[in-house]
């Protein structure tokens, strides 16, 4: 079935618990995987004391549940048709499938074992639902034999490049089209306030009608007699 020895034990082995022998220690949880040992997961200080010249990997978490990455993996085994994953800026991969409601109506690209939606035309969301059709049907393969390791590494890092342009240009939209409820929405209050502040001017000082024209008769000059002659 060209499955390496190890690979089932990393999917059932337990991470992210507190290592016995260095729980006081600041990096105490165990993260690490020894591929040559293949038993139970160890910290960072283990590593050092224990698997120093071993071949060992790290599994990192993303929602609770364990990923790896993708560059660590690839070198080992041949992940073709595994949904890759761009977070924080790192192409990673799920170990086991991850529980999801039933699909909904639209979904053109789901996972051949657990049904998950996948983002492109992956044919398995995790290593482990690939190794579960491996062992069902027989149809696909882990083996690096007659595998182009560079070709195929290139072709993970367009594949991730693209999403990742993708995510940034979603994000870019949404950010824009907030930035423009915003505007839309201050310049919309400014103009109520100002209706808001003549309105209010209007009822505070209420404009003032000039005096109506006076009725009264103009002042006559001085009257003048008619000169007296006496006869």
């Given at each position: 079935m060209s499955v390496p020895a190890w690979l089932e034990s990393l999917l059932s082995t337990a991470f992210f618990s507190v290592c016995r022998l260095h729980r006081d220690a600041a990096r105490s949880e165990c993260n690490m995987y020894c591929l040559d040992c293949?038993?139970?997961?160890?910290?960072?200080?283990?590593?050092?004391?224990?698997?120093?010249?071993?071949?060992?990997?790290?599994?990192?978490?993303?929602?609770?549940?364990?990923?790896?990455?993708?560059?660590?993996?690839?070198?080992?085994?041949?992940?073709?048709?595994?949904?890759?994953?761009?977070?924080?800026?790192?192409?990673?991969?799920?170990?086991?499938?991850?529980?999801?409601?039933?699909?909904?109506?639209?979904?053109?690209?789901?996972?051949?074992i657990c049904g998950r939606s996948l983002l492109d035309t992956f044919r398995f969301c995790s290593l482990g639902c690939k190794l579960v059709r491996i062992k069902r049907n027989g149809d696909a393969s882990f083996s690096?034999?007659?595998?182009?390791?560079?070709?195929?590494?290139?072709?993970?890092?367009?594949?991730?490049?693209?999403?990742?342009?993708?995510?940034?240009?979603?994000?870019?939209?949404?950010?824009?089209?907030?930035?423009?409820?915003?505007?839309?929405?201050?310049?919309?209050?400014?103009?109520?306030?100002?209706?808001?502040?003549?309105?209010?001017q209007r009822d505070i000082y209420p404009a003032t009608t000039p005096p109506p024209p006076s009725n009264a008769r103009r002042r006559k000059g001085i009257p003048h007699r008619a000169p007296f002659f006496a006869s």
């Open positions: 293949k038993g139970e997961s160890f910290c960072f200080y283990c590593r050092s004391s224990h698997h120093k010249d071993h071949q060992v990997i790290q599994i990192r978490r993303s929602s609770y549940h364990d990923v790896v990455r993708v560059g660590e993996i690839q070198r080992l085994v041949d992940i073709s048709g595994v949904q890759t994953y761009v977070i924080n800026s790192a192409r990673v991969m799920f170990l086991n499938e991850r529980p999801q409601p039933k699909s909904g109506k639209g979904v053109a690209h789901i996972c051949e690096m034999e007659g595998k182009n390791a560079g070709g195929e590494g290139e072709a993970i890092e367009e594949e991730a490049s693209t999403l990742l342009g993708m995510q940034e240009r979603i994000i870019m939209r949404r950010r824009e089209a907030q930035t423009s409820s915003r505007l839309t929405s201050t310049s919309s209050s400014r103009e109520d306030d100002q209706e808001l502040r003549e309105s209010t």
